[in-house]
């Protein structure tokens, strides 16, 4: 029962470099997403997807990247690290009920330092 | 659009005690209801949901919430509260044709033996 699963757990970074946060799902969900938590701000939505092939913008989707080959994965690329991306970074999935909002199931995040 | 507020940052309840941690949408429609709890490193977890039918809704852990449209309000609740109850807690509403639930800022839960 693995559900999300979210590599690496932990990653330290230097500003400028680049990395991906990879998220694989074995629950044949169609929809999947990426938020980061940071203190006080709760979830936000940087990207997500409805299926293989789509992908959008959420909330904050600036200096992410992703892509969305296979139904089981969805990487978050970042593509220069800024000290303002360090968060945790939770990846979740959904199956999509007649076209509307389902129950999310989560990773157990990624924890992303940029210095 | 939706949007959720949760009033309390912090709760602070002694073991043993009664819990109500509260949560107001503002959305035209009946929405899709979510509580979510966060224990401390982990992911999030589905508590309970409300889609539609009985506007009380019993969880995981013990938990029930429930859905009062005239008050705009889909508030968690516990009878007696236990020190692995300490966690961060997430309200999120859903609407009918949108993928996208909308969230919380959460309420941290600390527990006092």
């Known amino acids: 029962n693995a559900g999300v699963t979210q590599t690496p757990k932990f990653q330290v970074l230097k500003t400028g470099q680049s990395m991906t946060l990879q998220c694989a799902q074995d629950?044949?969900?169609?929809?999947m997403s990426w938020y980061r938590q940071d203190p006080g701000m709760g979830l936000r939505l940087i990207h997500y997807s409805v299926g293989a092939g789509i992908t959008d913008q959420g909330e904050v989707p600036n200096g992410y990247n992703v892509s969305r080959s296979t139904t089981e994965d969805f990487p978050l690329r970042l593509l220069s690290a800024a000290p303002s991306q360090t968060s945790v970074y939770f990846c979740?999935?959904?199956?999509?009920?007649?076209?509307?909002?389902?129950?999310?199931?989560f990773g157990e995040g990624s924890r992303l330092t940029v210095l | 659009a939706q949007s959720v507020t949760q009033p309390d940052i912090h709760i602070t309840v002694s073991e043993g005690a009664s819990l109500e941690l509260r949560c107001n949408y503002s959305y035209g429609a009946t929405p899709y209801l979510f509580w979510y709890v966060q224990s401390p490193g982990q992911g999030l977890q589905l508590l309970l949901k409300?889609?539609?039918?009985?506007?009380l809704v019993q969880g995981i852990k013990g938990f029930e919430a429930e859905f009062k449209r005239s008050q705009s309000s889909f508030n968690l609740r516990k009878p007696s509260v236990h020190w692995s109850d300490a966690a961060e807690y997430f309200c999120a509403v859903g609407e009918r044709g949108s993928y996208i639930p909308t969230f919380g800022r959460g309420t941290s839960l600390i527990v006092h033996p």
């Open positions: 409300y889609f539609s039918g009985d506007t």
């Open positions: 629950m044949n969900h169609e929809y």
């Open positions: 979740a999935s959904s199956p999509l009920l007649a076209g509307t909002t389902g129950e999310l199931f």
